[in-house]
Each structure stands twice: as C-alpha cells, then as structure tokens.
C-alpha cells in the first residue's frame, strides 16, 4: 500500500500496471490506524475475529465490495 | 490466569523487540532466551506464519513481517522518541504511530520507482499533512493471497 498525492497521481504511476483496486484518504487511514492493531505487543494477544476488523474498516468509511474481507461472491 | 504458550512468549519476543526498533530475534536466538530447541523455535514460527499472526520470509524463513513493523528495510520508517522503525506500507507506517503512542514523529516514505519522496509528521499525537491517499492494489479480500505484495 503506496502514498500518492492523489487518485489521478496514483493512476499515472500505476499506468504500466494493473489498476489499483481502491484508495482510502491519509484521513482515514488515520483513523483506521488507531486500533488496527490494538493489544499487538501484549503477550497474550489473540486475533480478534474478521467482524472486528470489517466494523473497523466501516468506521473509518471504507465500505463496499473492494474492502470486504470475505470474497464478496461468498457473503 | 493460565502462563501464556511457546507460540504467544515467541510472537511476543518478535513484537517487543520490533516495538523497541531493533530486528525481530532469529530462531535461533529465541530458541537460546527461551531454553527450548531450535526446532521447536522453528515450529513456533511456522505455526505463528499459518496463523498469519507474523510473516516469514519464503527463503530463510526467519521473520520479514509483524505487522505493523517490517523486519526488512522498505520504503516506509517511523522515526521518533530516538528511535526508527520500518514498516510494511504506508498504512504501517501511521499504524505505528498509533500503536506506540508517538506523539512526535517522522513518517518518511523515500518514494522511488517514480514516486515523489515524502516525509509526515506528528505532532502532539495528531497527524499534520492529510493530503494524500493510499492506495490497495487488490480488494481487502484478496490481501493474504501475497500479503509482501500488499
């Protein structure tokens, strides 16, 4: 996952290649960030459910087929 | 409370030490802190790696990624609080900001292969620069088909 300026700057560059599948704004990555990856230095961390971090991704506004967890065909 | 397993006292050696900006421990050196074989280190790992709880390199099978911390250097590095991390991608990056609490730091993507160079900063916990967008170059679905890749 790559920073660009923009959609249009991340289309040029990706121009050769294959298209990028989505974007989210450095906004809401923030926001996606804080608690991503919660409780990761604890020792006693289990990974939390796939729910868990769909709502994660919902909260920040990142919803639709391209930020489904589970191939959207099995859902 | 139960003492945690071989698996959890492995991934959280690989965690803390990534956390305090040095490399993950090989097999061997969490086999030696941990008084256990280097074969049962290896089996750790391996099993933490089908877990996806940490990524293994394909070739020497030592630890590349726990995410958000990358134990190879990318084009992404946290730098703050005296220290630098490298991180997977540009997510990463912000993620271990977060995950560490930083509140002054340095977000430095070097760019290359035709993108511009970029450094963001962090200031009393809060991310200045929010122009910008990061791109996935596959559905979130598709992500551990080549979790390096993503």
Known sequence: MLLFRSEEAAGAWASAGEPMAAFMTLDQCWRLSRNWYEGRLDVEYE???VDHFQALLGAAGLTGDAWSLSPPHLK | MTSPGPDQRIRHHV????ARG???PTAASLAATLGVPVGAARDSLERLHAARALVLDARTREVRMASPFSNISTAYRVEGQGSSWNANCAWDALAI??????QDARIIDDGGHGRERRVLTVVDGDLVERDGVIS???PAWRWWEDIVFT
Do not use: D, E, G, K
């Not at chain 2, 965690?15 to 990534?18: E, F, H, K, R, V």
């Not at chain 2, 900001?97 to 930083?102: A, E, P």
């Open chain 1, 47 to 49: 990974r939390r459910p």
């Open chain 2, 22 to 24: 040095a490399h993950a």
């Open chain 2, 97 to 102: 900001v977060r995950l560490l609490h930083l």
């Open chain 2, 136 to 138: 996935s170059p596959r």
């Open chain 2, 15 to 18: 965690y803390s030490a990534l």
